[in-house]
């Protein structure tokens, strides 16, 4: 896997048809490899998928807000010589990919926004267990209860929860702390690039009125709504999300 400012990505397609790239931006806790295949080689897409600081393997600690994560993408698209980007972030990275498109637009090609929200406020009981270590555990049983949806596969559960378990529980806290921090609520309709937003009817830590809020503000912004499915949506549904973004990337891309 390169790396470029100490940020590690995987990239697939390097010779994709579709121009600008598609950069992907993992979630709270998470890292490149939470995107499932179907997304992470989307067809005649040249894809990015990166572990944000602290991350997976890339170096450096977590940082504390969504403007700091989002600094830290810019400069990684510069090292790369992309000045252009489509976006698609889930949750902590869908705010991160909506900030880059208020305070860089002429370097947002377009958005994909999953199971995030123009601000996100996180549960507090969740927030003040991930702050203790002595309390982590029972942080990881909340975070089991509403990370899916309740068709999810138990398999797929087990995975995450023990991706999360590696996670140093200081980056774990401090990216809810940003998320929690995060309010762009009065913004959102300055965003003028295409916009695709998708949400699972079950996701308890970001529920469908978040995604609903967007596309009622954002111009032009395109809504789905997938039935059954929680707050790890990519996990729950990789085909039929990847089938749905490609068919926006095909739509925006004519």
């Known amino acids: 896997m390169p790396q470029v400012n100490g940020i590690y ?18 979630g709270a806790g998470s890292n490149h490899l939470v995107w499932p295949a179907e997304i992470r080689r989307l ?45 698609v972030g889930h949750s902590l990275g869908g705010c991160v990919a909506l900030e880059m498109g208020l305070t860089a637009p002429d370097r947002v090609a377009a958005l994909g926004l999953i199971s995030s929200g123009a601000c996100l406020a996180m549960s507090a009981e969740i927030l003040e267990t991930l702050s203790n270590p002595s309390t982590l555990s029972l942080a990881y049983k909340l975070l089991e209860k509403r990370l899916f949806g309740s068709a ?69 912004a395109e809504l789905e709504i997938f039935p059954g499915a929680g707050h790890m949506l990519l996990l729950e549904k990789p085909k039929v999300l990847a089938r749905s973004l490609s068919g926006f990337l095909s739509r925006i891309r004519n």
Not at 9 to 26: C, D, Q, R, T
Not at 58 to 67: C, K, P, R, T
């Open 152 to 220: 999810a596969d138990e398999l797929i559960v087990k995975k995450t929860l023990n991706m999360l378990r590696t996670v140093r529980p200081g980056v774990l806290y401090g990216d809810w702390v940003a998320c929690n921090r995060f309010d762009r609520c009065e913004e959102v309709s300055r965003l003028t690039c295409p916009t695709w937003i998708a949400v699972g009817t079950e996701d308890r830590l970001t529920p469908t009125y978040y995604s609903r809020y967007l596309a009622d503000r954002i111009p032009n």
């Open 43 to 87: 067809k005649g897409c040249r894809v990015l998928a990166l572990d944000l600081p602290g991350h997976g393997k890339s170096q450096g600690v977590a940082l504390h807000s969504i403007e700091s994560y989002t600094q830290a993408v810019e400069e990684f698209l510069s090292s790369l010589n992309i000045y252009s980007a489509i976006l």
């Open 9 to 26: 990505y995987a990239e697939s397609n390097a010779g994709g048809k579709i121009f600008p790239p598609v950069v992907l931006i993992h």
